[in-house]
């Protein structure tokens, strides 16, 4: 299996976990890196780096500094100065940057 870890180091960072066995409805705020591999479903919120594991569903408005997708997020995320989807990610919604001031939509083509 190929490793889909990002190259930047952002994995020695993160410090607060949310397990896969976990499943979260409501308003969800880290302050320090954070890496979701549960279900979660309502707001979240992170300040600085968010990792969706390849394990994750997020059914979440995400606002982020910056976002690593591995897993499924569902909803517009906003804010983020970099948001970066891996092999196996799937982000079905709108990405609103600081990096650029336009929507970006990416749709998958059907053979």
Known sequence: MADTKPTNGAWQD???SLG????????????????????LKGEL???DLLIIGAQAV?????HAE????????RGQVEGASRV?????GR???????????RSCRSRRSRD
């Not at 910056?66 to 997020?73: A, R």
């Not at 970066?84 to 196996?88: H, N």
């Open 66 to 73: 910056k976002l690593i997708v591995l897993g499924e997020v």
């Open 14 to 16: 993160v410090r607060v």
């Open 45 to 47: 919120r992170a300040s």
């Open 84 to 88: 970066e989807i891996c092999a196996g």
């Open 91 to 101: 982000l079905f919604g709108d990405i609103e940057s600081r990096a650029s001031p």
């Open 58 to 62: 997020v059914q979440a408005n995400v």
């Open 20 to 39: 896969p066995d976990a499943e979260v409805t409501g308003k969800l705020s880290f302050a320090t890196p954070t890496r979701i591999e549960g279900k």
